[in-house]
T-cell receptor
Framework: NAGVTQTPKFRVLKTGQSMTLLCAQDMNHEYMYWYRQDPGMGLRLIHYSVGEGTTAKGEVPDGYNVSRLKKQNFLLGLESAAPSQTSVYFC????????????FGQGTRLTVV | TQLLEQSPQFLSIQEGENLTVYCNSSSVFSSLQWYRQEPGEGPVLLVTVVTGGEVKKLKRLTFQFGDARKDSSLHITAAQPGDTGLYLCAPISNSNSGYALNFGKGTSLLVTP
């Protein structure tokens, strides 16, 4: 049972390039989340999804887009990467009920130069 | 936007000492979760507290949810090097877009032998 898998684990981008981060979960979870983690800032919610075909903005959505075409996958896109988007990105998933545990991936370390 | 503060931001103690970390907010929450994150890993759920005044114990860790459900504390007795990590609180809030899991900035704990 793989749980939550993030691809890729590391990436270096040049300013202005685009890329997509993939999150896949095999637990049949309805909820999926994308966070970024910067030193001293904890985890900040970028976007989240409560089900296939639905997405919602979190605390820091600017510069990112997401899609949830399949229940098991949640994609995070950067259309034109900026150095300010250098961060560690975490994906998480959970069942559709309050107080349930969120399961996290191992993270993607992204550097924009 | 809810104001969520965790304190202290950093804590370095020796093995065997006791410590308490805090999670405070200006908002009332329906429930709150505590997660621990080890270096290079995603956060892992420790506990969920739901009722005002609730106290939960997990071995040497004691979690309390404030009576007014606006704050929470985590007390560790006789800390061990294995307790080292980033402790994150995550109040659960409900919106029209579903449940958004937002995290505080965390308390970084270092326990030295």
């Amino acid at each position: 049972n793989a749980g939550v898998t993030q691809t890729p684990k590391f990436r270096v981008l040049k300013t202005g390039q685009s890329m997509t981060l993939l999150c896949a979960q095999d637990m049949n979870h309805e909820y999926m989340y994308w966070y970024r983690q910067d030193p001293g800032m904890g985890l900040r919610l970028i976007h989240y999804s409560v089900g296939e075909g639905t997405t919602a903005k979190g605390e820091v959505p600017d510069g990112y887009n997401v899609s949830r075409l399949k229940k098991q996958n949640f994609l995070l896109g950067l259309e034109s990467a900026a150095p300010s988007q250098t961060s560690v990105y975490f994906c998480a998933s959970s069942y559709l009920r309050e107080n349930t545990e969120a399961f996290f991936g191992q993270g993607t370390r992204l550097t924009v130069v | 936007t809810q104001l969520l503060e965790q304190s202290p931001q950093f804590l370095s103690i020796q093995e065997g000492e006791n410590l308490t970390v805090y999670c405070n907010s200006s908002s009332v929450f329906s429930s709150l979760q505590w997660y621990r994150q080890e270096p290079g890993e995603g956060p892992v759920l420790l506990v969920t507290v739901v009722t005002g005044g609730e106290v939960k114990k997990l071995k040497r860790l004691t979690f309390q949810f404030g009576d007014a459900r606006k704050d929470s504390s985590l007390h560790i007795t006789a800390a061990q090097p294995g307790d080292t990590g980033l402790y994150l609180c995550a109040p659960i809030s409900n919106s029209n877009s579903g449940y958004a899991l937002n995290f505080g900035k965390g308390t970084s704990l270092l326990v030295t032998p």
